[in-house]
């Protein structure tokens, strides 16, 4: 008369913290490789790789790009520089030095990766 079905009593009940049997099973296993399927795969991860376009590692220029800038800032070839723009400034101004620079001569580019 209550309305109680001993088929849905599994259903209807839900405890805090139980755990089912779904929960507690173990995932597909993935089938074992053999040899070649494994040598395919480190061959596949490699090509990623491949596009460097020179052998070796990288270049001095590339090194003091990832350096901290307060490294470079007071580096030997950074004073260097500043001392031979300051120079430069000077005879420009005394009316000695080059007047016609053009913008892509006064700065070094970037080499394209």
């Known amino acids: 008369v209550g309305g109680n079905d001993s088929d849905s009593d599994d259903e209807g009940v839900t405890t805090t913290g139980a755990v089912t049997a779904y929960d507690i099973m173990a995932l597909a296993k993935k ?45 030997h070839q950074s004073r260097i520089k500043i001392s031979q723009k300051e120079t430069r400034r000077q005879l420009v101004a005394a009316g000695k030095g ?15 990766l």
Not at 31 to 53: C, H, M, N, P, Y
Not at 54 to 67: D, P
Not at 98 to 112: G, T
Request: glycine fraction near 4%; aromatic fraction near 4%.
């Open 31 to 75: 089938k074992r490789q053999d040899k070649t399927e494994r040598l395919e795969a480190v061959i596949a991860g490699r090509e990623k790789f491949s596009s460097k376009l020179r052998a070796g590692g990288s270049t001095n220029m590339e090194k003091s790009r990832k350096k901290n800038f307060q490294m470079q800032k007071f580096s």
């Open 98 to 112: 080059d007047k016609n620079l053009s913008k892509h001569d006064q700065k070094k580019r970037r080499r394209k």
